[in-house]
């Protein structure tokens, strides 16, 4: 993944979602992959941590969060590094989302496709 700039705390962040999220009684490390997790083993992590986002009340405000921060770790809101990284190279700064729910409308395809059937294993 090329380097970023560190994550960046929007400032009109609110919190209060956090509390709402489905990862609060899922274990941290299904979120964050450990050094050097790669192939197969990274992906089924990613789609079970993705799988915990689609059933979250408060996955857009999450990806919103993750978006206009640069969030550079982790799965938020059922994006992960990678597809964040995308987003990443195809906004230009200058037109980055800054405002509160911003992100969300920005990216919206984004969010959707990342949880999409496909992504998730499940096939029709």
């Known amino acids: ?74 799965v938020w809101g059922g994006l992960t590094e990678e597809e964040r990284e995308r987003i990443y190279v195809r906004i230009a700064l200058t037109e980055y989302p800054r405002i509160r729910g911003e992100g969300a409308r920005v990216c919206a395809d984004d969010i959707e496709a990342a949880i999409a059937p496909t992504k998730l294993g499940i096939t029709a």
């Open 1 to 74: 993944m090329p380097q970023q700039p560190l994550a960046q705390v929007p400032v009109d962040s609110i919190w209060d979602w956090q509390e709402r999220g489905a990862c609060r009684e899922a274990d941290t490390e299904l979120f964050f992959h450990p050094q050097h997790e790669r192939g197969s083993t990274r992906s089924r992590r990613d789609q079970a941590a993705k799988t915990v986002c689609a059933r979250c009340e408060v996955r857009l405000q999450c990806a919103d969060y993750a978006i206009r921060a640069r969030e550079p770790f982790g």
